[in-house]
């Protein structure tokens, strides 16, 4: 029930509100670069650990929203349902590539206007900063669903997902040290 209501806040973009109010039904839309991350990693391992894959077929709404606008880092707004679907297995498929879209000039993911690590607020708004730790959590969500589309006899898009992490980890190794 909790991965599935957290689903519910994510945008057809991909990305998620980064928090919201459910009394008042307002939340912020923002350019952070991991929360919509988290979906797909609890997703995996809540599956991995149950066994669970029945919930991958549950369908859950998207939010809809103007996307933020250049120079614009974040947003309170009314949390607004779009008339979109996806299954939960769509919904993580989709922030993997949100992710994936959002990789910079060294090879590694753009951190927006911060990642987990909050210190670092602001560092990439410009859109050049780049995250190690956000790479290496990539990594860990791109072994993860590679495991858990084995597990659904997606052999082509595991494949896939572990060459990009492969290549991933690459630029980690040779831009981080």
Aim: proline share 3%; charged share 25%.
């Amino acid at each position: 029930a909790q991965i599935l209501f957290h689903a519910r806040h994510q945008y057809e973009e991909g990305d998620v509100q980064h928090w919201w109010h459910e009394e008042t039904h307002r939340g912020i839309r923002t350019h952070f670069s991991d929360d919509y991350l988290w979906l797909p990693y609890t997703v995996a391992r809540y599956v991995n650990h149950t066994g669970d894959t029945g919930i991958l077929d549950e369908v859950v709404p998207y939010l809809c929203s103007e996307p933020l606008q250049e120079g614009e880092h974040e947003r309170y707004e009314p949390t607004q349902v779009s008339c979109q679907s996806g299954t939960l297995l769509e919904h993580c498929l989709r922030a993997i590539d949100k992710a994936l879209g959002r990789i910079g000039e060294h090879g590694l993911p753009l951190i927006g206007v911060g990642d987990w690590n909050d210190a670092l607020s602001r560092v990439g708004s410009d859109g050049r900063g780049e995250s190690v730790w956000l790479g290496w959590f990539l990594c860990e969500v791109l072994e993860l669903f590679a495991d858990l589309l084995r597990r659904l006899e997606d052999f082509g898009r595991a494949e896939s997902f572990q060459d990009m992490r492969s290549k991933l980890a690459d630029s980690i190794n040779e831009h981080a040290w």
